[in-house]
């Protein structure tokens, strides 16, 4: 007999910033997990409701159960509001969470239509340090800073008695990464860059493959994955980094794919 996965996590899109995103190199939808019967999405970027029904199996998003928001840039944000209406049924049935930075919902920035929000059940503006229990077994954690990103950022923790799952969102490196995430057994890292360069005097503020490396082996999760790639890390081959890290560091390191699904029934 087969055994069922209770917890997963679906990449369905690993694409990380614009150029990799506009020209489709990866796809730019988001990741789907499934908590011991509870769905959640995060960062429907562009091609997100199309990616859920190309999925096999199919991802049915009138069974998602709440949806997480990052942050408002187009890559994580794009397709929110379509997955608010296709969870809610063309928003007639009113269900499901969603969590968001307060100035995805509000203001000049939002990016949540105005006519969507009685769509959804709840809705809780992400602030620093607050936590959200989700199921009896599972509890959303947003570490007690905002990221280093040119918008208002989060990262979050999701956590259960058996495991801790960790995403650092889009970031630059900052000490206080290493204590909010050291919690993590599957820690889940957005690469965009291969080196450093002059990113920061850009303002582009991401995160790279040296800090990926430090993030990894100061938290020492069992597994990381990391995602979100942008050209660079491509044109690297992010397979072969993981391997490289892998070894180096001895931690499970796996690089995301499009459609990949990281089975963490047996965590
Ligand atoms: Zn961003």
């Known amino acids: 007999m087969k055994a069922t996965k209770t917890r997963w996590v679906k990449f369905l899109g690993t694409a990380g910033a614009r150029f990799v995103m506009i020209r489709q190199l990866r796809s730019s939808a988001g990741i789907w997990y499934h908590l011991d019967g509870f769905n959640l999405l995060v960062d429907p970027g562009p091609g997100t409701l199309v990616r859920c029904a190309s999925s096999r199996p199919k991802l049915d998003p009138s069974s998602l159960s709440a949806i997480l928001l990052s942050h408002i840039h187009l890559d994580h944000s794009n397709d929110i509001n379509v997955m608010i209406e296709a969870m809610t049924n063309g928003g007639f049935n009113p269900r499901g969470i969603l969590f968001a930075p307060p100035e995805a919902l509000d203001g000049e920035t939002r ?155 047996a965590e």
Do not use: C
């Not at 992400?126 to 280093?148: D, S, Y």
């Not at 999760?221 to 660079?232: D, S």
């Not at 459609?259 to 963490?264: A, E, P, R, W």
């Open 111 to 265: 990016v949540v239509l105005p006519y969507l929000r009685q769509a959804v059940r709840q809705i809780f503006p992400l602030t620093p340090g607050t936590q959200f229990p989700l199921t009896e077994k599972w509890t959303l954690h947003i570490p007690p800073f905002r990221h280093r990103h040119p918008v208002e950022t989060y990262g979050y923790l999701l956590t259960s008695p058996a495991i801790t799952i960790g995403h650092i969102t889009d970031t630059a490196f900052f000490p206080d990464l290493l204590e909010g995430y050291k919690n993590a057994t599957i820690l889940i890292i957005n690469v965009v860059r291969l080196k450093g360069d002059q990113d920061a005097e850009r303002g582009i503020q991401h995160l790279n493959l040296e800090d990926a490396r430090t993030l990894i082996r100061e938290i020492r999760p069992r597994r990381a994955i990391l995602t979100h790639f942008g050209m660079t890390m491509l044109k690297a081959h992010p397979w072969e980094v993981a391997a490289q890290l892998t070894q180096e560091l001895g931690v499970e390191v796996i690089a995301a794919n499009d459609g990949m699904t990281v089975d963490l029934s």
